[in-house]
């Protein structure tokens, strides 16, 4: 018998990050409204397509979930199956079982993959375009580091959480005389610190592309103290590094029998910077995963929904085995060949670091 | 006596836009601390430079003020010192005063003017710049309607404030089935309706550049109601327009012997779909200039932090008579004499109107 | 056969309220994970009841509806079963088919009812509880104007709402000398208007239990120039009144030849202060129902969350026919009986009138 | 010659809370508009009156600071006039300084004192009365411990904090499954944490007052899986302690030569549950200062306002000596003699407690 409308299946990889409910709202609506095709969604990433766990997609099961953070469809971390981890005679070995989820995929009836995730995922998406799949990917990361995009959604709304907390920070800082750190998202790139230490007023900006050495720090504390300000906020990435391997008390801890989690960079600068500055209180937040949830920011929420909408115009034009993207003001599209592991750190000679710069704050180098 | 730093003069006119005070702190501290400049603000725009009335901008005066709303210069509106009213014997005439704004900046020693302003202020700055003056534009509208640049600051606050009075409303219509209207700013152009609406899951989007025919809406509410949708969402802008005068009880208002102002539009379009949904009752909600005001968004204090920047960097390569935009996400320029008088609608055939088209939401055409 | 778990049923009644969902959730939970009782909801109010719509409470369906505004049960205004509007012969009359429900509730099996829902809704609950069925009541009503109870949940939310829409207005009335009218909701009880202009910062105060002199207003915006502040903040409760009738100019309006609505109170005194006060622009923003949805405040939830808890515990005890409420801090319970008709207006000579009074807030009077 | 107006003279001390401002704003207002006070405000709290470094407080000076976090008078911690550390001859030693105090209030000609701060302060508050001067204390804590009054002002800011970084967790935990762990100040009393617990949807909740059992977590997080909720929320006060020593991993960094902090019982607890639960990751966040800053909530507006205009009232009735508080809704005070000392801690019966167990939360006992 003919089919006569398309199908296409959604499924969410990776980590949290707002604006996957909006993409799903948007794919699902312009899919059924504009073109009539019939959506499914796979649970809990690559692993749903394996275990060929899907629901159906509809106006209603994607009704009221477009500022929502999170994914209706779940996620999964690290699933990959070109290489996964499955039971073979009672031991755990790892395979590559792509072909049982091209087999669901074809079982199913599915004309289309749409993959909303970062680089890991849609390096498998890439993988399933390769075995002749009909792939869409959408590309998420919170911390906007994908070379192939200008802006990925959900970092607008981590920056924002971020700010928010750097306003609250200030008050206290101003009026107890405080250090205040506050360690934010950003294990390889820098870009939520860099933006959110703009936005929040930021004295310093530690961030993993410009290595930092702790008496420079130290130095931009006593400068502000010459100006009167008695107080210094610090927006540090998780991943900022010290130039000179200066983190000497902390490391007695990582020196431990043990593996142990400090809870992040900045209870390690904390102490650090105890030990040098006199006559402050230091005091640290780690903002961790309030960062990637709760309500999407509006310019996420416009983002995703356009990235949505173009996924199914790709789709319905069977431009196979593209990404969408931003460029400048302009969604387009870009080969899943081209982008993957292709990241884009913050150059510290771009203009936004300039900017920083040029109202003052330090980068600790 | 040989001068030997430069003095800079700010001003903010028109209407009040989040990131005013970050673009003033942005343009002080580098001037300041990139360049050794003088800053002085004069107060209540035009005017204030027509009375001489200036504040020394200082670290400071600008400390703390990033994240405000308002302008710590505070502004005047529809001040032109080209055609300005004075007292001359004893009678209010239109006079050009401009002459005199040059004398002031003379004798206080100004070198270059920084305007903050929509576009009349800037065209007086350019006219000071067509009378030698040195002059540097920062583009300032929350309405986003300038064509010589791609995002205004100020346009996101106010689209984010627009967007959670959507949310908020959202709750209620669903659980009452209410028809509910929001009123946004925009009078000519509809941007803030048409991003609000779609980051704030609107049924309906009124916008100037799209008139409306009040049985389109009542259609769309029908539709939603086959599908069990039992309430909707109209975002409607100031200036939406009516396609065939359909609005027709409300005209006795208008044709009363008095002006009348009816708090806006949405107040109207209440009266007018009354009588033709049964079955719902309707509410309107005005925000009026709750939307210019409170704390600026993040994405808002970045743009200005760097137009602020940008303008600093084209006084120190006194390349004066232009004003600061954004390109894409690239930090720009362009000449005083182009961009005036230049607005940049909503395209009704733009990629943004056929998105929210695409998602299902209709203008009501 | 033997019933051996009890059966309640919830229904919400009147306007929209944030809390409601709370309510219900700590209901549900409390009754299934502490007493086993079986729990159902009926839709759209008592309506519901009548038509004997319903659906299962279940932990699942509460989940997550803890901080959502809005009602997962719907609600309906203004439906009394004891005088309802029913078709018979062709003809639409009104009745008593408090029978019906009654019915419906035997043959549910349902042993008690639980009402959520302000005076008019709750004076039905008393009906019932006269009928013989097993009432609980939980009081909603964001005006905050019970006398039995010293706090109602949604109360909190929308002063909060309010509150910032005032901070909001704050930046721009000081930099741009405007004068600001916001419009709260408070029909007949001005507690909204009162909190929120004490914690927004208002100049005037407007609420229907002090009536207004317009000559004071102006006085009082006078004064503050004289004090070198140029701006005045002005929140007024839907219901204010003038004391002499000095609303004039509106008056026209409101003799049209058709009823026509002018957006509130707030338009028609910005039409009446503009005449009076010169050398101000004057703007007003209607609130609406943006103070009745969106996320329930924290304080909000936890009252919510008592109420619930407590009418399950007033279930388990059998006393029934009573109302939960919140005497100072302590949650306790009143019958039915005692609460209906009496409200809690604001007292022009209670501490908070006083409060508001010694830090220099005018209430135009 | 003699003196016709009183003067008084404010401090602040101890650690940030959210309200200060909106305190130290309704006394000077009240003080002035009502009674023609003279206000002064000594900086630093104890060490500025030691040090006789004062301010004016004026209308202007206590302008625009109500919403504000922070103190416009700074603070100081531990500053204890009855045991100050001196200089003398050469060496620092501890001393006491209050006659110099007593002498500064003389020579100022300060007729009362008014003392903003928690039990450390209220106790120097209390010594100064003792020594024969004028003192009115406003209680000040944001873990709402102070036994004399029932709510303090900053408790709700701090609780809405936290309540709205619990809710921006559930999306994560919920779509990625995960284990969420927040902490939330509270070193002695758990209250922060029970509210935000109750208001945020948590699963567990960790206080100082109901020591915890792991394995009883571990239990709550099986239960839940059971009822297909893969995920759990954890909300921990700083203090919260095991039952019976069951962290024992996290022991080897206590037991480090050197000092170390490791961010929190939030970082220890997330090591011990790691080992015990498997397939879920555990993830934390330590919100640490942002509960003590940024905007006060509209409640604590409210609450610091009154505060502030009861104090004036106190010195204006000339009852020195005591403390303002809140009894159930009404403004009161207490003799200093008998607050200082006495904390009320949660009780493990308390109705709010069992309001929590009620709706299925649990306290890992």
Redesign the interface.
Do not use: C
């Given at each position: 018998m003919a089919k006569n409308t398309k199908k296409i299946a959604l499924l969410t990889g990776g980590?949290?990050c707002p604006g996957?409910n909006a993409v799903i709202?948007?794919v699902t609506?312009?899919a059924i409204?504009?073109y009539g095709y019939e959506v499914i969604g796979y649970k809990f990433g690559y692993r749903g397509l394996y275990n060929n766990e899907s629901i159906p997609l509809t106006?209603d099961t994607v009704s009221?979930i477009?500022?929502?953070?999170?994914?209706?469809?779940?996620?999964s971390?690290k699933d990959n199956l070109f290489d996964y981890l499955v039971e073979e005679n009672g031991k755990m070995v790892k395979k590559d079982v792509s072909d049982v989820a091209v087999e669901n995929l074809k079982k199913e009836g599915v004309d289309t993959l749409v993959v909303i995730g970062g680089d890991g995922t849609l390096t498998s998406a890439r993988d399933f375009a390769r075995k002749g799949i009909n792939v869409i990917g959408v590309p998420k990361t919170i911390d906007n580091d994908l070379a192939a995009t200008?802006?990925t959604f959900g970092f607008?709304s981590a920056?924002?959480?971020a700010?928010?907390?750097l306003?609250?920070?200030?008050?206290?800082?101003?009026?107890?005389?405080?250090i205040?750190l506050l360690e934010v998202m950003g294990r390889n790139a820098g870009w939520i610190a860099l933006?959110?230490g703009?936005?929040g007023?930021a004295d310093v900006i530690l961030i993993p592309e410009i290595p930092y050495d702790l008496n420079k720090i130290v130095e931009k504390i006593g400068e502000r103290e010459k100006?009167g300000k008695l107080f210094s906020i610090i927006v540090v990435a998780e991943g900022a590094k010290s130039k000179n391997g200066d983190v000497v008390?902390?490391k007695?801890?990582e020196d431990?029998?043990?593996p142990?989690?400090?809870?992040?960079i900045?209870?390690k600068l904390?102490?650090d910077l105890e030990r040098l500055v006199k006559d402050h209180?230091i005091?640290?937040?780690?903002?961790?995963?309030?960062q990637?949830?709760?309500?999407t920011?509006?310019?996420d929420?416009?983002l995703s929904?356009?990235y949505?909408?173009a996924a199914?115009e790709l789709i319905a034009q069977e431009k196979f085995g593209n990404m969408v993207c931003l460029?400048?003001?302009?969604?387009s599209y870009e080969s899943l060949e081209n982008v993957i592991g292709h990241t884009k750190d913050v150059d510290p000679n771009s203009?936004?670091v300039?900017?920083a710069r040029?109202?003052?704050i330090s980068f600790g180098d």
């Open positions: 980590g949290d996957l709202r948007a609506r312009t409204l504009q106006l009221g477009l500022h929502k953070g999170g994914t209706i469809l779940y996620s971390n200008d802006v607008n920056v924002s959480v700010t928010e907390a306003d609250r920070l200030h008050t206290t800082a101003e009026s107890h005389h405080r205040m933006e959110s703009i936005a007023s100006e008390i902390s007695i801890v431990s029998p043990d142990i989690r400090l809870g992040g900045a209870n904390a102490l209180e005091r640290s937040t780690v903002l961790g995963h309030t990637r949830g709760g309500n920011s509006t310019y929420r416009i929904t356009r949505g909408v199914v460029k400048g003001d302009t969604i203009e936004l300039k900017v040029s109202i003052g």
